[in-house]
């Protein structure tokens, strides 16, 4: 794992390095940037490598940072709308384009040649040493060890296609059961397990909107519902029924320091965008579900979890809101960003929330800024300000 970013300096080699490659933006609050370096989609000059990199998505590419400073590093050009997540080592991103995944060398700052093609490229998972793509347009489900990808080429994997195509998300567990979801293109009902050979070996329908997953201490790992939460472990399924007729969890976030997954929580089904100010705290060793109030809303973009298991919310009122997932109370409240009101469209930028060990980076998209915060601490490490505006924001990540 990544040491957080508290811990560590730049060393005199690496400031070198830094002037020689002309990296831009200081990262003290309110920096300005200058020009760093800009390189087409199809790119792949040798750069000096990035330390713990961030990848941040803005309307026609992608910007690459150093994680200790912020400094914006390279400009990537890639026109369309472009979604981002940890490939699951300590170099590499999927970025999800028009035309499928793609793996960005986040430390190398380019664009590799591994490439999965397929309409509407939908969730990353990473879980138990294993990485799992989904695409919605077709269905296909492709899962490989994201220690594979440091050699330049596709990696040897796992392809399965489900039944029929649709927004769907899938998971391999480690003795390699794969859990994916159930549905078409007019409705999702559920889930199945197959085992390491590609049989089934269980299914619930009982899960009507199926969306989302998150995977807890212990193994257990749930799928949210428009009426509560579908949970598996120990080889079976189990539901958890929302406490409204409908209550929709469509995201998760899980640690494996907690067998506590955070969830959403929604209850208009007519709502053209519902601003929640609760979220779900689903306990997978007793398959319950309670309620937390925040006082604010927050977006699908708002969820992740601390290095302790904490449940971090990034809400409107512009602070990140830490739940102890046990008690269901608000520990504490850290100052992020100015206030934000979540946008009707889901591709807008907003802010966004991204944990690695003990820091929490949060985009400010009309400010320009990114931020750096210590999660122990809370205070503002540090803060860049870049050319536009970001949307997505992630980074490298070993493991789950």
């Known amino acids: 794992m990544n040491k957080s970013i508290r811990d560590r300096a730049l060393t005199g080699t690496a400031l070198a390095l830094a002037v020689a490659t002309a990296l831009t933006a200081c990262g003290g609050d309110g920096t300005s940037p200058s020009d760093a370096k800009s ?46 997540n940890p490939a699951g080592d300590e170099d590499h991103v999927v970025v999800s384009t028009d035309s499928g995944f793609r793996i960005l060398n986040a430390t190398g700052q380019t664009l590799t040649d591994i490439e999965y093609r397929g309409a509407k490229p939908g969730h990353v998972v990473r879980h138990a040493g294993k990485t ?5 347009g077709t269905g296909e489900v492709n899962v490989f060890e994201p220690a594979g990808l440091g050699g330049g080429k596709k990696p040897e994997g796992r392809t399965y296609t489900t039944a029929e195509a649709h927004h769907g998300v899938a998971i391999e567990l480690s003795d390699g059961r794969l859990l994916t979801t159930l549905g078409d293109e007019e409705k999702r009902t559920g889930a199945l397990v197959l085992d390491k050979d590609g049989k089934e070996i269980a299914r619930n329908e009982n899960c009507p909107g199926v969306h989302g997953e998150a995977a807890a201490k212990g193994e257990a790992v749930a799928v949210g519902c428009e009426d509560g939460v579908l949970i598996y472990k120990g080889g079976r399924f189990t539901k958890v029924d929302a406490p409204d007729d409908y ?4 995201n998760q976030a899980g640690s494996d320091e907690s067998a506590v ?15 929640p100010t609760r979220v779900s705290l689903i306990d997978t060793g007793t398959a319950e579900l ?17 290095p302790h298991g904490e449940a971090l919310v990034l809400g409107t009122d512009g602070a990140i809101h830490v739940i102890d997932p046990d008690k269901g109370t608000v520990r504490k409240k850290i100052p992020a960003v100015g206030e934000w009101r979540e946008p009707l469209d889901w591709q807008q930028a907003r802010p966004t929330l991204f944990v690695r060990d003990h820091t929490a980076y949060v985009s400010e998209p009309g400010r320009k800024a990114v931020h750096a915060i210590d999660l122990d601490s809370g205070k503002k490490l540090t803060s860049v300000t870049l050319p536009k505006g970001t949307n997505e924001l992630s980074g490298t990540v070993a493991g789950h």
């Open 290 to 306: 309670r309620l937390v109030d925040l006082g604010t809303s927050y977006s699908f973009r708002s969820l992740a979890r601390g």
């Open 39 to 84: 390189q087409d989609a199809g790119a792949a000059s040798p750069a000096a490598p990035v330390n713990d990199p961030l990848v941040a998505t803005f309307d026609g590419g992608l910007y690459v940072l150093d994680g200790r400073s912020l400094e914006l590093t390279t400009t990537i050009d890639l026109p369309g709308f472009n979604r981002v």
């Open 247 to 250: 209550g929709r969890t469509g």
């Open 261 to 275: 997954l955070l969830g959403d929580y929604k209850t208009d089904p007519d709502a053209e965008l519902e601003r």
């Open 132 to 136: 799992v793509l989904f695409t919605d």
